[in-house]
């Protein structure tokens, strides 16, 4: 009787077992999921951002060159066409932000440094443990009973 009983038990464990791995990586799942989802939000973001931010820009870059190129005519004078240089490389780099490969080949640099050059990732200290998190957690809350009193 008793064997049929622990028999029956470690069978229901074992279920309980696969249910709780089942249900622990749906959670990781929909983690990764909404992190992800997070993550491209904040491209899109990004991109619009620059797509704006390219709208003003470009704006201001026509006046400008206007302007000067009219002023360098009026006074004869060439070197006011001079700021024209710098923010003509403003305007490329802010027009490939926006609407050029500059993400792709950023992402691409990205993979090359967290392939070959890993090192450079490290953090000081190196990666927070949970007792790194719970001493420093203590050290506050220590520090905020201190203080209240």
Known sequence: MGFLLSKSMDANFKKQQEFMLHTSRLQMERQLLMQNQMRERQMAMQVAWSREFLKY???FYAVTTV?????????RNPSLLAPIIP???ILAFQVDSAYGTL?????????????????RLDLPHGTPTFES?????RARSSLASFLEN
């Not at 998190?133 to 957690?137: H, L, Q, Y």
């Open 57 to 59: 820009f470009g704006s």
């Open 67 to 75: 302007g000067l190129t009219l002023g360098a005519l009026k006074r």
């Open 87 to 89: 923010l003509s490389f």
């Open 103 to 119: 993400i792709h080949r950023m992402r691409g640099e990205a993979e090359s440094v967290m392939t070959s050059e890993h090192d």
């Open 133 to 137: 998190i719970e001493k420093a957690r």
